[in-house]
Nanobody, 122 residues
Framework: QVQLVESGGGLVQAGGSLRLSCVVSGSIFSLNAMRWYRQAPGKQRELVAHIDSGGSTNYEDSVKGRFTISRDNAKNTVYLQMNSLKPEDTAVYSC????????????????WGQGTQVTVSS
């Protein structure tokens, strides 16, 4: 089975920084796109950052220039470096990975972590 384990969430003051990590474990043939989502109370889940297998990235407009998504393929890990944090960044952040597994090599599967709370105080 494939599992995603997130870490790095917590409480930080406005203007501070936080680094989220997501480790993908299990039997994986290949990791394709990796993403970070977030959901604040009363709001829809939104895509924050995306990185494809070639390292190309995309960001939601409100985090552009402040957040950086990266990946370490040797460790099957995706990171989200968050700088200049604002109170409106407060949300549950979830890791998402698209992977091909050996048991079904013709399909891509979507996997999710459990989410980690990020709280930014004024």
């Amino acid at each position: 089975q494939v599992q995603l384990v997130e870490s790095g969430g917590g409480l930080v003051q406005a203007g501070g920084s936080l680094r989220l990590s997501c480790v993908v474990s299990g039997s994986i043939f290949s990791l394709n796109a990796m993403r970070w989502y977030r959901q604040a109370p009363g709001k829809q889940r939104e895509l924050v950052a995306h990185i494809d297998s070639g390292g190309s990235t995309n960001y939601e407009d409100s985090v552009k220039g402040r957040f950086t998504i990266s990946r370490d393929n040797a460790k099957n890990t995706v990171y989200l470096q968050m700088n200049s944090l604002k109170p409106e960044d407060t949300a549950v952040y979830s890791c998402n990975a698209v992977a091909v597994v050996p048991g079904d090599p013709l399909r891509m599967y979507d996997y999710w972590g459990q989410g980690t709370q990020v709280t930014v105080s004024s």
